[in-house]
C-alpha cells in the first residue's frame, strides 16, 4: 500500500538522498523531500517520504525515534491538506477585520 509520511526532527544536514537512504531499507521510497526555506533555502528540519509498505503501523514504528547526528526522528502518517482558499476577491476573508460600520 502507498503511503505518505510526515517526517520532522530533521537536521539541518539532512537532504533528499539521507532521507531516502533512511527508509530504503524498509522499503520502496517513490519519493523523498527534504522541506527548505522559501528564502534561505536552508532546510526547515522536516520532510516527507511516499513509499510502499504492507504494514505502517510497523513502519512507523521502525522509523520514529531513529536517531541521526544526534537527533531522534518523530515520524507519523501524513494528513492531507485540504484545498487552498484563495485570498482574493470576496468571500471568506480569515479574518482580516471586522465589520467598517463600527466606532
Known sequence: MQVKLFVGNL??????????QIFATH???QSARVISDRDTGRS???GFVEMETADVSAL???TDG???????LRVNQAED???R???GGGGD???????RDRY
Do not use: C, M, Q
Open 27 to 29: 522499503g520502496e521510497v
Open 85 to 87: 482558499r484563495s485570498s
Open 11 to 20: 537536521p539541518w544536514s539532512v537532504g533528499d538522498a539521507e532521507l531516502t
Open 60 to 62: 512507523i514504528r521502525a
Open 93 to 99: 476573508r480569515g479574518g482580516f477585520g471586522g465589520r
Open 66 to 72: 531513529y536517531e541521526i547526528d544526534g537527533r531522534n
Open 44 to 46: 526547515r528540519g522536516f
Open 81 to 83: 491538506k485540504g484545498p
